[in-house]
């Protein structure tokens, strides 16, 4: 069946740092979402990719959605403490035809202060 | 405006028991959806609701998970006889509906369930 796959599973980092997840789909899809959950909270929209190539940057963090839109990278320049928590991508189940989303295992980073 | 709301925000119950979890999601969306986190692990889905239609239970793990939705409104996740293996919390989230995979969804704060 369709997978979304994101690597690596964690990633510690020196606060200054950069950090990247990778996201991996088994199928070319129409967008991508990414979503960030705080420890002990819940996930919370960041954004959505929609065409080939897009490249999008919110502050320090820029995303990235590959030309076969099979894939996307979440990059973070000079992590802070704030970034602390799991990011998970998402794109849709084409297979169900619904609005559902197919979450990856998300990526969960710690930064040493 | 509000968010999703869930409710209760903790349940711990023995094994064995019925639990009744109830999501308010936000007004106006017509998609809702329910998921599974265990400590530690990533989104399980479980089951969706899109207005009228069928709910998709594709996720439900086993018959002892059901769950209802009161037309574009509530929905109640029921866990029967629980069992240990169900403590987890749940997250409930919505979205506008009808953009096929396209759409934001916000997640309600969760509950968290305990089955001693």
């Known amino acids: 069946g369709q997978q979304v796959m994101q690597i690596p599973q964690y990633q510690h980092v020196q606060e200054g740092e950069d950090f990247t997840t990778y996201c991996n789909s088994s199928t070319t899809l129409s967008n991508i979402q990414w979503y960030k959950q705080r420890p002990g909270g819940h996930p919370v929209f960041l954004i959505q990719l929609v065409k080939s190539g897009e490249v999008k940057k919110q502050k320090r963090l820029t995303f990235q959605f590959g030309e076969a839109k099979k894939n996307s990278s979440l990059h973070i320049t000079a992590t802070q403490t704030t970034d602390v928590g799991t990011y998970f991508c998402?794109?849709?189940?084409?297979?169900?035809?619904?609005?559902?989303?197919?979450f990856g295992q998300g990526t969960t980073l710690q930064v040493k202060p | 405006g509000a968010g999703v709301s869930q409710s209760p925000s903790n349940k711990v119950t023995e094994k064995g028991k019925d639990v009744e979890l109830r999501c308010d999601p936000i007004?106006?969306?017509?998609?809702l959806y329910w998921y599974r986190q265990r400590l530690g692990q990533g989104l399980e889905f479980l089951i969706y609701f899109q207005g009228n239609s069928a709910p998709d239970k594709s996720g439900l793990p086993s018959d002892r998970f059901s769950a209802e939705r009161t037309g574009e409104s509530v929905s109640t996740l029921t866990i029967q006889r629980t069992q240990q293996e169900d403590s987890a919390v749940y997250l409930c989230?919505?979205?506008?509906?009808?953009?096929?995979?396209?759409?934001?969804?916000?997640f309600g704060p969760g509950t968290r369930l305990l089955v001693l």
């Open positions: 998402a794109g849709p189940d084409l297979l169900s035809n619904t609005g559902k989303l197919i």
């Open positions: 989230a919505s979205s506008l509906g009808g953009g096929w995979g396209q759409e934001t969804q916000y």
């Open positions: 007004s106006g969306h017509t998609a």
